[in-house]
Structure formats: C-alpha cells, structure tokens
C-alpha cells in the first residue's frame, strides 16, 4: 500500500484513498476512481481503477479486492486538449478580431446578464456608448488599413481605461461600449 500511496499524484490522493475507504468501510458497493501515479521516469499516466471486494474473513472484514485497473493516459489527455480548445473557441467567440476586445455577441449577453442582475439587486447599471464621428469619410479618404488602425487604437485607449470590473467591446463598426 505504502509503494502505491507513494507513488500518487498529491491532488488525487485525498480522493483516491476515500473511494477505497468508502468502500472497504461497506459504504460503497464498489470503489471507481481515477488517479495518476508516477512512473519510474517521474512522469505520470492516469489509471481508472475498478474493484470490489470478494472476499471476507470469518468475522466479516475484507480479505481481497479484486478489480481492474485502466490506463487512460490517452483519453485524459484527449479530454484536456478539448478543454484547452473550447476555452480558446470560446475566447474566440467573444472576442473581435480586428480589436482584440469583446464582440457585440459578448456585449449583448453581458448586457442581458447584468440588466437582470440590477433589476434583481435593485442596483443600477451604467452603459458608455462610443461613436467615432465620420468614420466613414476616414475610412474613404484614407482607407480601411488606416480605419483599422484607428479602431484598435480606440479599443486600446477605452480597455487601458476601463476599470477592472467594466468590460468594454465594440458594438458595431465604429461603435464601442464600456
């Protein structure tokens, strides 16, 4: 026991030894967990771990466990990728791409969110609303290259001076709202 103990990732310890705990105590049927050990080049693989005891003394307390121990090194760490690449997508999904501050899809539901939140708490909600004048005759005059690098200017002055708790986020074109 004390080779396998040694052997398990500290953040998984407490939860491992408890599922077997549990289940050597009659609380639990059976014991599933899942758990990383180390391995001899101090790397470690993820286990699923599978048993139940079989068989009892004659006073009734646990003689063997049997069960059946996976590794699912692959999967958990297919499972982490797709974590990693949702949190991106998601950033993504909010996120303009030409300023690099939320979009008017993440504004919208920010918005949503915090109308509900003041009318529940009875508290008051404050909306910023930018507009660059005439930025169409920039964007003609000048072209859009030069539009853009104003647009990111923008969002960087207003997100440098947004307070911590605000988001800010381009509305529409030429639009931003803190």
Known sequence: RQFFTDKLHQDDYENTIRAMREHLSGKNA???TEYRIQTKNGKYRWYHDLGKITQYDKNGSPLLVSGVVSDITERKEA???????????SVMAATDDLTQICNRRALIAYLGAGMLTARRTDTPLSVAFFDIDNFKSINDSRGHAYGDRILIDVAAIIKKNAKASNLAGRYGGEEFLV
Do not use: A, S
């Not at 499972?79 to 997508?89: M, S, T, V």
């Open 79 to 89: 499972e982490f990728g797709l974590k990693y690449k949702n949190i991106i997508l």
């Open 30 to 32: 059976l014991y599933e």
